[in-house]
């Protein structure tokens, strides 16, 4: 009761200090969030992305460089033995109805890649693109393979560290198995690092899941009717994304399922379109990406460059080794932890090698870099990246892309950036909730106060500059990282343990196709 009373006093708190700031300031509210935003904020970010000693490299980058690594060759290299069988169970080939959880593997997969392909993949890659040049999409493809290892080690273990109610329920994520894992292999430290992970968790779900998702939706939709405060798109989107998450993980999921994979198409669809019309240079846009990557082409960092925002924008789009993904993956119906980790292989499959390469395709072929005729080298401007043909970037130059071979296109892609920022944002709201619960405890008034938070953060998101909401975004997401990639070092034994006994069941045919029983 006393947590209920703190947690209902810091809300109203916030809220009366926001509306008073909001209601009394001169000038345009968006600059005011802006300004105290990026004041506010900036110290954590150098934190985050501070470079390793006598390098412009950041350590966090590396970090997940190496985790990803380590657990691709640690699994022998799972993400290429075990794509069929990922594929079998997402088709429910293995489901078993009377297993405890709340949502089906493929609704636990649309939900997490609702969570994942979203603006990153759209802005985030122009971003990428725009500062590394070509090259960057190549180390990007790399991090999205190696990424796959990752996300099924963190997909795991949150599936087999859950917390199952009595009412059908479950709460899972890096907090449980961090915590509830390290008890079990005797190793300390387990609960402050789960306490520190559902805050960064919070602050992830406000920032990338929440803030840069609004920020970017709004900025596609000034682009087509014209400009106008970005309060007002917060709002529009704060109301509808309430009216869905009020209603938990299973409304969640149901407008999941149904959004992701029209999105998915209607996106690669409108990519396809590009890409044909423009097929003589497809050639030359790989040749330029394959180049880039270990020579730069001219562009500010050369090749450090290139594959420092190729591996940022890919941890950004997927957020393998994040650990955000094993929330809305605990809530799966399975007896088997390990078949959730199977499908969490394809998200970054789906979000990084297959749409994130085609947004960096539509961008160079469609000549939106600009390059010197005389070297071929691209022109880098003042701020470090590529000048672009009008001078965009973000969602904004992925939007010119697409509408500088059809006028109208912007308008597919406005469609396309709204679905995927509407149903990123519902999906973080869930992984948030479930490390504010984690904190301050299970119950409807502690859930009502974060989702009513999570809301203003919408308002707020919109109306703030691209440049502080990336930033914040990113260091908050990979914050996460950090603290989640030392509980997989630690528990990684326990998944390989669950590997070997899962598929040598299923080789001697003790596991059946549930049809098949």
């Given at each position: 009761m006393?947590n209920?009373?703190?947690?209902?006093?810091?809300?109203?708190?916030f809220?009366?200090?926001?509306q008073s700031s909001l209601a009394?300031?001169e000038?345009?509210?968006?600059?005011?969030?802006?300004?105290?935003?990026?004041?506010?904020?900036g110290?954590?970010?150098?934190?985050?992305?501070a470079?390793l000693p006598?390098?412009?490299?950041?350590?966090?980058v590396l970090w997940?460089?190496?985790g990803?690594t380590?657990?691709?060759?640690?699994f022998?290299?799972i993400?290429f033995r075990?794509i069929?069988?990922?594929i079998?169970?997402?088709?429910?080939d293995?489901?078993?109805?009377?297993?405890?959880?709340?949502?089906s593997h493929?609704?636990?997969?649309a939900?997490a890649l609702?969570?994942?392909v979203?603006?990153?993949?759209?802005?985030?890659?122009?971003?990428?693109v725009?500062?590394?040049?070509p090259?960057?999409t190549?180390?990007?493809?790399l991090?999205?393979?190696m990424?796959?290892a990752?996300?099924?080690?963190e997909?795991?273990?949150g599936?087999?560290?859950?917390?199952?109610?009595p009412?059908?329920?479950?709460?899972?994520?890096?907090?449980y198995?961090?915590?509830?894992?390290?008890?079990?292999?005797g190793v300390?430290?387990?609960?402050?690092l789960?306490?520190?992970?559902?805050?960064?968790c919070?602050l992830?779900?406000?920032?990338?899941?929440?803030m840069f998702?609004?920020?970017?939706?709004?900025?596609?939709i000034?682009?087509i009717?014209?400009?106008f405060?970005?309060w007002?798109?917060?709002v529009?989107f704060?109301?509808?994304v309430f009216?869905?998450?009020?209603?938990?993980?299973k409304?969640?999921?149901?407008?999941?399922?149904?959004?992701v994979?029209f999105?998915?198409v209607?996106?690669v669809?409108?990519a396809?379109?590009i890409i044909?019309?423009?097929?003589d240079?497809?050639?030359?846009?790989?040749e330029?990406?394959f180049v880039g990557a270990?020579?730069g082409?001219?562009?500010?960092?050369?090749?450090?460059g290139a594959?420092i925002?190729?591996?940022k924008?890919?941890?950004?789009?997927?957020e393998?080794?994040?650990?955000?993904a094993a929330?809305a993956?605990?809530?799966?119906?399975t007896?088997?932890?390990?078949?959730?980790g199977?499908?969490?292989?394809l998200e970054?499959?789906?979000?990084?090698?297959?749409?994130?390469t085609m947004?960096?395709?539509?961008i160079?072929i469609?000549?939106?870099?600009?390059?010197?005729?005389?070297?071929?080298?691209?022109l880098v401007?003042e701020?470090?990246r590529i000048?672009?043909?009008?001078?965009?970037?973000?969602?904004?130059l992925t939007?010119?892309?697409f509408?500088?071979t059809?006028?109208?296109?912007?308008?597919?892609?406005?469609?396309a950036v709204?679905?995927?920022?509407?149903?990123?944002?519902i999906?973080w709201?869930?992984?948030?909730?479930?490390?504010?619960?984690?904190?301050f405890?299970?119950?409807k008034?502690?859930?009502?106060?974060?989702k009513?938070?999570f809301?203003v953060?919408?308002v707020?998101?919109?109306a703030?500059?691209l440049?502080?909401v990336?930033?914040f975004s990113?260091?908050a997401?990979?914050?996460?990282?950090v603290?989640?990639?030392?509980?997989?070092?630690?528990?990684?034994?326990?998944?390989?343990?669950?590997?070997?006994?899962?598929?040598?069941r299923?080789k001697?045919?003790?596991i059946k196709k549930?049809t098949d029983?």
């Open positions: 006393q209920k009373k703190i947690l209902l006093s810091i809300f109203i708190m809220f009366s200090l926001l009394f300031a000038g345009s509210i968006d600059e005011k969030v802006n300004a105290i935003f990026a004041s506010s904020t110290w954590f970010v150098s934190l985050i992305f470079p006598g390098t412009s490299f950041p350590w966090i997940l460089v190496v990803a380590i657990f691709t060759v640690y022998g290299f993400q075990a069929r069988h990922s079998d169970l997402v088709k429910g293995y489901s078993d109805p009377n297993d405890a959880g709340e949502v493929f609704q636990a997969l939900t609702s969570g994942t979203g603006l990153g993949n759209i802005a985030g890659v122009a971003v990428a725009s500062i590394g040049g090259g960057a190549f180390w990007m493809i991090a999205g393979l990424g796959m990752s996300k099924f080690t997909c795991t273990l599936v087999k560290y859950r917390n199952e109610y009412d059908g329920s479950v709460s899972g994520g890096p907090m198995y961090i915590s509830k894992g390290f008890k079990e292999r300390a430290g387990g609960k402050p789960a306490v520190l992970f559902a805050i960064f919070i992830g779900a406000f920032g990338g899941g929440n998702q609004a920020n970017q939706a709004h900025a596609q000034s682009s009717v014209g400009d405060p970005g007002i798109t917060g529009v704060a109301l509808v009216s869905v998450i009020v209603g938990g993980i409304s969640i999921a149901n407008v999941t399922e149904k959004i994979p999105m998915g209607l996106y669809v409108a396809l379109i044909v019309m423009n097929f240079k497809v050639g030359w846009a790989f330029q990406i270990f020579t082409l001219g562009v500010a960092g050369g090749f450090v594959l925002q190729g591996f924008r890919a941890a950004f789009s997927n393998a080794g994040v650990g955000s929330i993956h605990s809530a799966v119906r007896k088997e932890p390990i078949t959730e199977f499908v969490s292989l970054p499959f789906i979000d990084t090698v297959v749409i994130c947004t960096a395709l539509v160079i469609t000549g939106q870099l600009t390059s010197d005729p005389t070297t071929g080298l691209y401007g701020s470090g000048i672009t043909a009008d001078g965009s970037s973000g969602v904004a939007s010119a892309a509408g500088s059809i006028s109208w296109f912007p308008y597919v892609l406005a469609v709204v679905l995927f920022a509407f149903s990123t944002m999906s709201s869930y992984y948030g909730l479930k490390a504010w619960t984690y904190l405890g299970e119950g008034t502690t859930e009502l106060i974060f009513l938070l809301c953060f919408v707020i998101g919109a703030a500059n440049g502080p990336i930033d990113d260091a997401i990979f914050a996460m990282a603290v989640n990639i030392i509980g997989l070092y630690v528990l990684m034994p326990v998944v390989k343990a669950e590997l070997k006994s899962y598929l040598a299923l001697s045919g003790e549930f029983k």
